[in-house]
């Protein structure tokens, strides 16, 4: 059984910083793109950030670009998502995804 469980939100102010974890089981961590979302209220999931295979490529949304930092510890079946310089606009439930399949997520928010 896929399963995923994010860890590491919560609140913080503008220009503030969180790292949020993603701990996987149940499929080949170490061989799969792994991909971060979020959905802040009322609106649909956006993507954020999606990081390839060991020593592969990133992707980022351009909103997050320069601030956000995706990577990855195959031992320990974890992707991470270092946020720098949050904003408001960056409050939203984050969640990472594989195959479709997503966990709960943790959630972000930015106020002063």
């Known amino acids: 059984e896929i399963q995923l469980v994010e860890s590491g939100g919560g609140m913080v102010q503008p220009g503030g910083s969180l790292l949020l974890s993603c701990t996987a089981s149940?499929?080949?961590?170490?061989?799969?793109?792994m991909t971060w979302v979020r959905q802040a209220p009322g609106k649909g999931p956006e993507w954020v950030a999606t990081?390839?295979?060991?020593?592969?490529?990133?992707w980022y949304a351009d909103s997050v670009k320069g601030r956000f930092n995706i990577s990855r510890d195959n031992a320990r079946n974890t992707v991470y998502l270092q946020m720098n310089d949050l904003k408001p606009e960056d409050t939203a439930n984050y969640f990472c995804?594989?195959?479709?399949?997503r966990g709960q997520g943790t959630q972000v928010t930015v106020s002063s």
């Open positions: 995804t594989h195959l479709g399949y």
């Open positions: 149940g499929f080949n961590f170490g061989a799969n793109v």
């Open positions: 990081i390839a295979q060991p020593g592969g490529l990133k």
